[in-house]
């Protein structure tokens, strides 16, 4: 696959599961991909390919440029390591050499995009939610296993015309990607499916298709504190067409928060369940369930 237009030279902060598969699809597609990492993962990316197994894409590989900091203007910045990392890693893109470029978060949670626009212009900073189940094997290996890769675009503070080429070439890369109006529905749009399963499935080690069958009340109750806190944040959750999407989901499917439980790493529980108290406790909205798995994934 070819772009159709002009080539983009896009950072990708992370190279990780997400950010390995973004950066290997645009690559293949044409554009130049310069991969910000730590400093054993850009060594391997400068010596030899980036390598992508995909049920949906194939297996390919394909070389990206690398490095340890952003030296240069580019035109898009796709920032994609964990919550619990982001912090620091932004380290690797200082303000002062980022110019222009598009600074688009492919982050799970809501608060991560005030603090990017608290670092970068706001005009530059891009809502975006990604959909996909891709695995960072070895340091530029890459497992897609899922038969989908999903992103959505919101623009608040940023050009429309932007946000929507933006979109195109994500979309000429081979992600089912759309641009949308409404930035806090998106986000939590994104939320309303990956907070129930990833708490629930990671505090009692269980499948979709068994917390279906194990916890489904939990799951229900869950569903509901989300949905009346989304409320108070002006965005209504379609309850029935959520727990469908759970019901449909693969019985064997895993979430990301759980293989990061059982590999040992750091939890994203802050950003999932922490942003979801932190919300409720402005609106003065009680979420006992949700407050629990918090406290038990947190150790407190």
């Not at 237009?5 to 699809?25: D, H, K, Q, R, Y």
């Not at 850009?42 to 980036?50: D, H, T």
């Not at 009346?228 to 067409?241: P, S």
């Amino acid at each position: 696959m070819t772009t159709t237009s002009a080539p983009w030279t896009v950072a990708v902060l992370g190279p990780g599961g997400v950010g390995g598969l973004a950066a290997g699809l645009l690559a293949r597609a044409g554009h130049r991909v310069i991969c910000l990492a730590r400093e054993e993962t850009a060594a391997v990316l400068g010596s030899r390919e980036l390598t992508v197994r995909s049920g949906q894409f194939g297996d390919f590989e394909v070389p990206v440029d690398a490095d340890t900091v952003l030296r240069e203007r580019v035109d898009a910045v796709l920032v994609t390591p964990k919550e619990t990392g982001l912090r620091s890693a932004l380290e690797r893109v200082p303000r002062a050499v980022l110019g222009d470029a598009l600074v688009v978060p492919l982050l799970n949670g809501v608060e991560h995009v005030d603090v990017l626009r608290a670092v970068y212009p706001a005009e530059q900073v891009v809502a975006a939610t990604i959909r996909v189940e891709s695995t960072r094997t070895a340091p530029g290996v890459i497992e897609h296993a899922s038969p989908f890769a999903m992103v959505e675009l919101a623009g608040a503070t940023a050009p429309a015309e932007r946000v929507a080429r933006l979109g195109e070439v994500l979309r000429e890369a081979g992600f089912a990607a759309r641009v949308r109006e409404d930035e806090t529905a998106m986000l939590w749009g994104k939320m309303s499916f990956l907070l129930p399963l990833a708490l629930l499935s990671t505090r009692y080690g269980l499948t979709v298709g068994e917390l279906r069958d194990e916890r489904r009340d939990d799951m229900l109750a869950v569903v509901d504190e989300l949905a009346r806190v989304a409320a108070a944040e002006g965005v209504e959750i379609d309850t029935h067409a959520l727990i469908g999407q759970v019901d449909g989901a693969p019985y064997g499917m895993r979430s990301s928060m759980q293989k990061d439980a059982e590999a040992g790493r750091p939890l994203e529980v802050d950003a999932v369940g922490g942003a979801l108290l932190r919300a409720a406790d402005r609106h003065g909205i009680a979420v006992p369930v949700t407050s629990g798995l918090v406290t038990a994934l947190s150790g407190s």
